[in-house]
């Protein structure tokens, strides 16, 4: 899949299902930390694995830590899919 819409659309959807917001609360510029999405670490592993089970990327913890922005997770994962 590397597809940039298709792989941002999977992301967006898996966003919005684990953090259970609505895809009009947030956009690329959204930070998981903030107010819109609340995130915490454990939901950023869960958003993880998600990603690699139905994308296939892999995203190490340490890099995981790095990723402060749903348009920095985007990128992150059509870069490596």
């Known amino acids: 899949m590397s597809d940039t819409l298709d792989v941002s659309s999977s992301v967006e ?4 299902d684990r953090l ?13 930390e903030g107010e819109a999405l609340d995130a915490e670490s454990l939901d950023m592993v869960e958003i993880a694995e998600a990603i690699e089970a139905d994308i296939g990327v892999h995203i190490p913890d340490e ?19």
Not at 13 to 16: A, K, L, M, R
Not at 63 to 81: H, K, M, N, P, S
């Open 63 to 81: 890099d995981l830590e790095d990723l402060e922005t749903v348009g920095d997770l985007v990128t992150y994962v059509d870069e490596r899919a």
């Open 13 to 16: 959807t898996i966003v919005t």
């Open 20 to 32: 259970r917001v609505d895809s009009d609360a947030f956009d690329d510029g959204t930070r998981f």
